[in-house]
T-cell receptor, first 116, second 115 residues
Framework: EAGVTQFPSHSVIEKGQTVTLRCDPI?????LYWYRRVMGKEIKFLLH????????ESGMPNNRFLAERTGGTYSTLKVQPAELEDSGVYFC??????????????FGPGTRLTVT | AQKVTQAQTEISVVEKEDVTLDCVYE???????LFWYKQPPSGELVFLIR??????QNEISGRYSWNFQKSTSSFNFTITASQVVDSAVYFC????????????FGTGTRLQVFP
């Protein structure tokens, strides 16, 4: 079974440009999450999708970030326009949903974003 | 407020030494979950363990063991007879019962095991 995949693995862009990160969850996982780790700091929750709906977007930093999950499959995270402080590693995770049971989140390898 | 503190930024040991990674958490909930994840050089976070707040039994899995103590709000992780392959960044995390989907992570501890 394929794990969570993320594309690209690295992205270097200039301040003011736009970048789109993609996440493909494990097949059959309804839950999809985005997290971010700024250099040396904790991994912070950004948002949570259940299928195509945003369940919790309390961690999104500001309106320069737009996450979508078309058809409840893969997800994209767009940053427009990018700022220097957006640099970091963006992780995607997915998990199953069966009522009454707890399923762990499986993480992808992350996308390292550098804004110069 | 919820918070996870991993005070050890980096630990270096020589192979076969035992090493303990500390994790201290803060939460106002009485029901919560604690996790450890490993991030090897390949980058992905690998799930190691989950404990719920009602189960304070220590757990052992091979060379790994976990010590959960509610009295000190700690969930420490010990690797016995460390190996070079244990070199990684280890993250402790917390989620609360009202929102189990939101993991709150610590800053991670980088473990380097030298041959």
């Amino acid at each position: 079974e394929a794990g969570v995949t993320q594309f690209p693995s690295h992205s270097v862009i200039e301040k003011g440009q736009t970048v789109t990160l993609r996440c493909d969850p494990i097949s059959g996982h309804d839950n999809l999450y985005w997290y971010r780790r700024v250099m040396g700091k904790e991994i912070k929750f950004l948002l949570h999708f259940v299928k195509e709906s945003k369940q919790d977007e309390s961690g999104m930093p500001n309106n320069r970030f737009l996450a979508e999950r078309t058809g409840g499959t893969y997800s994209t995270l767009k940053v427009q326009p990018a700022e220097l402080e957006d640099s970091g590693v963006y992780f995607c995770a997915s998990s199953q949903t069966i009522p009454g049971l707890f399923y762990e989140q499986y993480f992808g390898p992350g996308t390292r974003l550098t804004v110069t | 407020a919820q918070k996870v503190t991993q005070a050890q930024t980096e630990i270096s040991v020589v192979e076969k030494e035992d090493v303990t990674l500390d994790c201290v958490y803060e939460t106002r909930d009485t029901t919560y979950y604690l996790f450890w994840y490993k991030q090897p050089p390949s980058g992905e976070l690998v799930f190691l363990i989950r404990r719920n707040s009602f189960d304070e039994q220590n757990e052992i899995s091979g060379r790994y063991s976990w010590n959960f103590q509610k009295s000190t709000s700690s969930f420490n992780f010990t690797i016995t007879a460390s190996q070079v392959v244990d070199s990684a960044v280890y993250f402790c995390a917390l989620s609360e019962a009202w929102n189990t989907d939101k993991l709150i992570f610590g800053t991670g501890t980088r473990l380097q095991v030298f041959p």
